[in-house]
């Protein structure tokens, strides 16, 4: 029973997305948490920079809250990335990437080389967002 749904699936997904595109997407994503990564691992750098520089005075102190406020929304959104983006990786182990997780059918690919982590195709996320 379950093997007959996960090869309906994979039937899915084969008409519409070759292995050449699924590895290109595979390496995109893997390009994109590199970077994020790379992103993570210098501002972490610059975080210890800063708690070592001292704070000798008031307007210094106050630059130094609002830049990490800015620096931790920017931090939340790259870590929300690389949750998409692993969540995106392990689809493609699976077979179920590029398939919307509303309504199943097949995501567009070019919304997919827009939006790599897309789970919706383009009429549901309109969909939702018109929910909204
Ligand atoms: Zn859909």
Do not use: P, W
């Given at each position: ?7 309906s ?6 008409d ?22 790379l992103?993570?691992?210098n501002?972490?750098n610059?975080?210890?920079?800063n ?9 210094d ?5 609002e ?7 920017i ?14 990786l392990?689809?493609i182990?699976?077979g ?17 080389k827009?939006?790599?982590?897309a789970?919706?195709c ?11």
């Amino acid at each position: 029973m379950t093997k007959s749904i996960k090869n309906s699936y994979y039937k899915n997904i084969a008409d519409k997305l070759t292995k050449k595109e699924l590895l290109f997407f595979k390496k995109e994503l893997e390009d994109k948490e590199n970077k994020i990564l790379l992103n993570l691992k210098n501002q972490d750098n610059e975080g210890n920079d800063n708690r070592t520089s001292d704070l000798r005075d008031e307007v210094d102190h106050a630059f130094f809250l609002e830049n990490n406020a800015t620096n931790n929304a920017i931090l939340r959104e790259q870590y929300k990335m690389l949750n998409q983006i692993n969540r995106s990786l392990h689809k493609i182990n699976i077979g179920t990437y590029g398939i919307c997780n509303l309504c199943e059918e097949v995501i567009d690919i070019e919304r997919l080389k827009v939006t790599l982590f897309a789970e919706q195709c383009i009429s549901c996320k309109e969909l939702l967002e018109q929910k909204r």
